[in-house]
């Protein structure tokens, strides 16, 4: 429940030196008054015929307080219900729209990860099956070339330098063919024997549009009549809100109802209105305050006793 801040008394306009302690409740009235206010305020109610329904600020102020908090979050979740079903982007209709198309996104992006790391897997696979049935061949062929590409290097290196002389002697004196021919011919034997039963991937255009056709099925955008889910979602929300506690307004009407009716339709005049100049002012030794209700004699003796 909402908390009042702490009490700090008014003066009373009429009373400067009193503060304002009550305020009668009664429909005629709802009036703030001081000790002084109350003697005359309750001999009008007798005069009246009706009776006065006395509490003190505080008690009012939190029970307004309540009241006012408890209508504003009933107001609140009307407007969370409005905003729930809203176009805007901000809209819980639309957020959780938005949140299926990510759950979507993220399953077929899952999937599609899946699927490629399988495919990974069978190309790792069948590239070691596949070395495996070749041993040796194209090994061979690797490290023989090798040495010769290493030899032709080192003297291509000694034909640069500053002081080639040696370099030149030396290349003149080494076989530069290597048996070039022979070479050539075991490299394209081997890689014959080798790709004979190679492997590659293939990709089917024509399949991947059905699989994109596919994804249109997946998800649908179809118009639908939300008012079962606003007869649902409203429910929730106001499921605790069928008996709120009555509002103070509604308990000085019920409390006015009971009271006598006054012989006279003339309302009470604020003591905040200039206008209002009693007729009477009884002193405390002619005056004493005339209760029907309990409650009022027990607030009235926190002043008077």
Request: charged residues 30%; aromatic residues 8%; negative net charge.
């Amino acid at each position: 429940m909402q908390q009042s801040p702490p009490v700090q008394f008014e003066k009373c306009p009429k009373h400067p030196q009193n503060d304002i302690v009550l305020f009668c409740l009664s429909i005629e009235c709802k009036e703030p008054l001081c000790k002084d206010c109350c003697k005359l305020h309750v001999h009008w109610h007798n005069q009246q015929g009706t009776q006065a329904n006395l509490d003190t600020v505080d008690n009012v102020r939190q029970q307004l307080l309540t009241d006012v908090h408890e209508m504003k979050l009933r107001f609140e979740e009307e407007r969370a219900i409005l905003h729930h079903f809203s176009d805007s982007e901000q809209s819980e209709a639309v957020k959780q729209m938005q949140n299926k198309l990510q759950k979507v996104k993220q399953t077929l992006l899952a999937a599609v990860h899946e699927y490629c790391h399988q495919l990974e897997e069978q190309v790792k696979q069948r590239i070691q099956l596949h070395r495996q049935s070749h041993p040796g061949e194209k090994k061979e062929l690797h490290q023989k070339l090798n040495t010769i590409i290493n030899n032709l290097d080192q003297q291509e290196k000694m034909l640069l330098q500053p002081k080639y002389i040696r370099g030149c002697l030396m290349v003149m004196s080494e076989e530069q063919n290597h048996d070039f021919d022979q070479i050539t011919f075991d490299v394209d034997n081997a890689l014959k024997h080798y790709l004979s039963n190679a492997f590659d991937v293939v990709i089917s255009e024509d399949k991947l549009v059905r699989i994109v056709q596919s994804f249109n099925e997946y998800v649908e955008i179809q118009e639908v009549n939300l008012r079962e889910e606003l007869d649902h979602y409203t429910k929730k929300i106001r499921e605790n809100k069928k008996n709120p506690h009555e509002p103070l307004n509604k308990q000085f009407n019920s409390t006015s109802q009971k009271q006598l009716q006054p012989k006279e339709s003339k309302l009470m005049q604020s003591i905040y209105d200039d206008k209002f100049r009693p007729t009477f002012q009884p002193g405390a030794s002619q005056y004493r305050p005339n209760f029907n209700d309990s409650k009022a004699d027990q607030i009235m003796s926190k002043f008077y006793h």
